[in-house]
């Protein structure tokens, strides 16, 4: 029996394809028999970066809301390690925000 999951992470337009491509070598986005599968939707994120923090973009202490890409993929239990740790070498923010649910359907299988 196979557990899959839906991976959320969100990213600027700069970073998308980086950030979509380690996600598909890390062996994310496989449904059936096909790969390279996600969905991305645009959206405006918001943040202030706090003193000891290097943010990419925006500037210490002043509130800031991004044109964002919200990057959703389904993965294997068996690729869920290396499409956490993909995401984390690939993007370009400090502190990428990650968001795993556990999938109960089995019909993703090969």
């Known amino acids: ?4 999951y839906k ?7 700069d970073n ?13 986005g496989e449904l059936g028999s096909y790969d390279s599968c996600c969905f991305v939707s ?3 994120g918001q943040y202030r ?3 000891g923090s290097i943010p990419t973009v925006g500037k210490i202490n002043v509130i800031e809301q ?3 890409f919200r990057i959703e993929i389904i993965c294997s ?6 499409a956490t740790k993909a995401i984390r070498a690939a993007h370009c923010y400090e502190e990428p925000a990650i968001y795993i ?6 019909s993703f299988k090969r």
């Open 49 to 51: 970066p706090l003193k």
């Open 66 to 68: 991004v044109e964002e």
């Open 1 to 4: 029996m196979n557990n899959f």
């Open 101 to 106: 649910t556990s999938l109960e359907s089995q």
């Open 7 to 13: 991976i959320v992470t969100f990213t600027i337009a």
């Open 77 to 82: 239990q068996a690729a869920l390690d290396s």
């Open 42 to 44: 645009k959206g405006i």
């Open 16 to 28: 998308l394809d980086q950030v979509k491509s380690a996600l598909f070598e890390a062996g994310a």
